[in-house]
T-cell receptor
Framework: NAGVTQTPKFRVLKTGQSMTLLCAQD?????MYWYRQDPGMGLRLIHY???????AKGEVPDGYNVSRLKKQNFLLGLESAAPSQTSVYFC??????????FGPGTRLTVL | RKEVEQDPGPFNVPEGATVAFNCTYS??????FFWYRQDCRKEPKLLMS???SGNEDGRFTAQLNRASQYISLLIRDSKLSDSATYLC????????????FGSGTRLLVRP
């Protein structure tokens, strides 16, 4: 099993550009999450999904959109990137014992 | 006030030392508690869940005090490989199963 994978691993964008981050899990988990991690602030929840076809806002959703068309995939979109979105983005899925499994992260820089 | 608060450290200890971290949480409705470990530039990984009666896993002991709303992690006989950031995590048992992360406590174990 690959667990949770994320693509891309690194990306540099210019202000105003758009991009999509892909998260995939092969553990058949219902729950999936997108976080961002900034120095000194811990992980903050952007959006999450409790099952295929459902999404909901987390703590810091502004400037992001998500989609969960297939159970194994959770996409995070940035419509118009801003320097404030420079961060490390982690995707996670959760099993029935409430353990979250994280992907390796995407390091995004917005110039 | 942050929902989950931790001393950022760093805690700098010699090999073989015993070190303890505390974490406080503000939401009395929090239902589940965890300690995650995060190595530099890596994703968080579950270290252990925290049960009401306290639990031990090898050199690691976790305690929960619901009345005072704090969680602790004790590491005995520290190893160089224990150097990492330890994240205190609480879960609200609503339909989202969201995790709230502390900013982390950094541990450095020196030879």
């Amino acid at each position: 099993n690959a667990g949770v994978t994320q693509t891309p691993k690194f990306r540099v964008l210019k202000t105003g550009q758009s991009m999509t981050l892909l998260c995939a899990q092969d553990m058949n988990h219902e729950y999936m999450y997108w976080y961002r991690q900034d120095p000194g602030m811990g992980l903050r929840l952007i959006h999450y999904s409790v099952g295929e076809g459902t999404t909901a806002k987390g703590e810091v959703p502004d400037g992001y959109n998500v989609s969960r068309l297939k159970k194994q995939n959770f996409l995070l979109g940035l419509e118009s990137a801003a320097p404030s979105q420079t961060s490390v983005y982690f995707c996670a899925s959760m099993d029935r014992a409430n353990e979250q499994f994280f992907g390796p992260g995407t390091r995004l820089t917005v110039l | 006030r942050k929902e989950v608060e931790q001393d950022p450290g760093p805690f700098n200890v010699p090999e073989g030392a015993t070190v303890a971290f505390n974490c406080t949480y503000s939401n009395s409705a929090s239902q589940s508690f965890f300690w995650y470990r995060q190595d530099c530039r890596k994703e968080p990984k579950l270290l252990m869940s925290v049960y009401s009666s306290g639990n031990e896993d090898g050199r690691f002991t976790a305690q929960l005090n619901r009345a005072s709303q704090y969680i602790s992690l004790l590491i005995r006989d520290s190893k160089l490989s224990d150097s990492a950031t330890y994240l205190c995590v609480v879960m609200w048992m609503d339909s989202s199963y969201k995790l709230i992360f502390g900013s982390g406590t950094r541990l450095l174990v020196r030879p």
